[in-house]
């Protein structure tokens, strides 16, 4: 069987990153592989690329796909991603979904696409009581996932912070985009015969919305022919 490559596609705030963490522990454990963590810790660690980058992902716009496929391509070459991957925010634009087919098809991985369905009310509402630990990447939200303790992480006790790009203005931009940029690939999937698995990610708690993933996984899995490829 090849090895998946999970594709977890959806607007901002509909738990790409907190789906990415329960599919990796219950049923795919692969790197999970987020290019806006990816690209935070160049604005962290202040190199070249953080520096031309920082601005636009303040505002809530887009990076450069060609930036963006370079450090995917990078990461996918690691040896740890051979075995499968979860792919959290990539692609983003109809140039990444190309590119990432062919990164795909030269390792032999079966590209899985589920959408994340979560209409835009609640996301904003999502996004704006949302709180993530720096050091070890835990997601909490006020209303529905609070920290034990208010503003201290339940796992390490760092200090929890709320992400720049995460207020209203940039928030509402940032769906923009989603709505311009990364909403076309769906049609481009399904012109090019990939199929997308359309899943609620509202109706239910977290987990078992990790379960549907990994049944979509597992079904995608059984219609596979030995070496065949979607
Ligand atoms: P969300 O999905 O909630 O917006 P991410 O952490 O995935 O959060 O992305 C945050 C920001 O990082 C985006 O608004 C964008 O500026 C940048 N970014 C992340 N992934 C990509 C990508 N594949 N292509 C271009 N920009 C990206």
């Known amino acids: 069987m090849p090895p998946i490559a999970l594709i977890l596609f959806g607007s901002p705030g509909s738990g790409k990153g907190t789906q990415s963490r329960l599919v990796g522990e219950r049923c795919l454990p692969g790197p999970h592989i987020s290019t806006g963590d990816m690209l935070r810790a160049h604005i962290e660690a202040g190199d070249t690329i953080g520096a ?5 992902m303040k505002s809530g716009r ?35 979904a ?20 979560v209409d ?22 006020l209303s529905t996932n609070p ?34 940029q990364t909403r076309p690939i769906l049609d481009y999937f399904s012109r090019d015969g990939i199929e997308v698995v359309e899943v609620n990610g509202a109706d239910a708690d977290p987990a078992s919305i990790s379960q549907r993933i990994c049944a979509a996984l597992e079904n995608a899995h059984s219609q596979q022919g030995p070496g065949g490829c979607l």
Not at 76 to 82: C, E, G, V
Not at 98 to 117: D, I, S, T
Not at 165 to 175: A, F, G, S, Y
């Open 120 to 141: 835009y009310d609640r996301i904003v509402a999502r996004l704006s009581g949302r709180r993530q630990c720096p050091v070890c990447g835990t997601l909490y939200s």
């Open 62 to 96: 887009l990076v450069p796909d060609e930036l963006v496929n370079r450090l995917v391509e990078k990461r996918l070459s690691q040896p740890d991603a051979r075995g499968g991957v979860i792919l959290d925010g990539y692609p983003r634009t109809v140039a990444q």
């Open 147 to 180: 920290p034990k303790v208010p503003g201290v992480c339940d796992l390490d006790g760092a200090t929890l912070v709320t992400r720049e790009d995460d207020q209203e203005e940039v928030i509402r931009e940032r769906l923009g985009e989603y709505d311009r």
């Open 52 to 56: 031309e980058i920082q601005g636009l």
């Open 98 to 117: 190309a590119e990432v087919r062919r990164m795909l098809g030269l390792g032999g991985m079966l590209p899985v696409v589920v959408h994340l369905v």
